[in-house]
C-alpha cells in the first residue's frame, strides 16, 4: 500500500494527501480519495505529535 500511495503522489506531484481507505473482512483494501489538502489538526491534538510544525518545516525548505 505504501507503494501504491507513493506512486499516486508522485503521479500528482503532491508531497502530502489525506487518503480514505476501508479494510475489508477479506483483508482486502479499498481506496476511496485522496485529499491533498486534508484536515489533520484532530490527529496532532491527540497524538501531541509536531505535524503543524513538520509542514512548516518543509515549507521553508528547512527539512
Partial sequence: MATAVRRFMASYG????????????????VF???????TWSWV???TGLPIAAAHADYLQGTT
Fill in 14 to 29: 503532491i508531497v502530502f494527501g489525506s487518503y480514505d481507505f476501508a479494510v475489508t473482512p477479506e483483508d482486502e483494501w
Fill in 44 to 46: 496532532e491534538n491527540r
Fill in 32 to 38: 476511496f480519495e485522496n485529499n491533498p489538502a486534508g
